[in-house]
T-cell receptor, first 116, second 114 residues
Framework: AQKITQTQPGMFVQEKEAVTLDCTYD???????LFWYKQPSSGEMIFLIY??????QNATEGRYSLNFQKARKSANLVISASQLGDSAMYFC?????????????FGQGTELSVKP | NAGVTQTPKFRILKIGQSMTLQCTQD?????MYWYRQDPGMGLKLIYYSVGAGITDKGEVPNGYNVSRSTTEDFPLRLELAAPSQTSVYFCASSYRLREVYEQYFGPGTRLTVT
């Protein structure tokens, strides 16, 4: 079974609008972490935001926020005021447990295209 | 700091050849990882290491070997290359800050096996 599911292979958004990228996860471990990474066409992996399973508040980093709904097992990324430079692949990833070496399980990604 | 460096950037191998992908980090991170990314897919963990001398298998270890003799270096060895190993390979490192293991990625190695 997929542990991380990103159901949107591709998304379009108009410049300056907000966009939500979906991510659902599956784990029975009470302690886990959720990450979002951006991969531009140049190929590097860029860390965006992190949410711990015990964090009480949704994580925010500049224009990025994570809409964490624990009961629904979802961790959607919200990008506000989209910019042309936001066009990229976006990956949701999960770390299970605290003592397993920090290894990540990735979703298949969502390709975001920002239109001028 | 150079961060995580990988060599080579590109490589074409013939079926049955072997090679080593190099990975070095200068951040004194204990944890290091090798992932592969097939076209249009997310990353899959090949091997990881929690410290010098300690390695363990990830999700897709078959056809690969690793070693970790120093904190800085984590080479990935491909023996008897197969077309199924055509992929982009990423090395990453992290440290534990509370329960967050933010991973720092190298630029990747694009490998083609023909």
């Amino acid at each position: 079974a997929q542990k991380i599911t990103q159901t949107q292979p591709g998304m379009f958004v108009q410049e300056k609008e907000a966009v939500t990228l979906d991510c659902t996860y599956d784990t029975s471990d009470p302690s886990y972490g959720l990450f979002w990474y951006k991969q531009p066409s140049s190929g590097e992996m860029i860390f965006l935001i992190y949410q711990g399973s015990y964090d009480q508040q949704n994580a925010t980093e500049g224009r990025y926020s994570l809409n964490f709904q624990k009961a629904r097992k979802s961790a959607n990324l919200v990008i506000s005021a989209s910019q042309l430079g936001d066009s990229a692949m976006y990956f949701c990833a999960m770390r299970e447990g605290n003592n397993q070496g920090g290894k990540l399980i990735f979703g298949q990604g969502t390709e975001l295209s920002v239109k001028p | 700091n150079a961060g995580v460096t990988q060599t080579p950037k590109f490589r074409i191998l013939k079926i049955g050849q072997s090679m080593t992908l190099q990975c070095t980090q200068d951040m004194n991170h204990n944890y290091m990882y090798w992932y592969r990314q097939d076209p249009g897919m997310g990353l899959k963990l090949i091997y990881y290491s929690v410290g010098a001398g300690i390695t363990d298998k990830g999700e897709v270890p078959n056809g690969y070997n690793v070693s970790r003799s120093t904190t800085e270096d984590f080479p990935l060895r491909l023996e008897l290359a197969a077309p199924s190993q055509t992929s982009v390979y990423f090395c990453a490192s992290s440290y534990r800050l509370r329960e967050v293991y933010e991973q720092y990625f190298g630029p990747g190695t694009r490998l083609t096996v023909t």
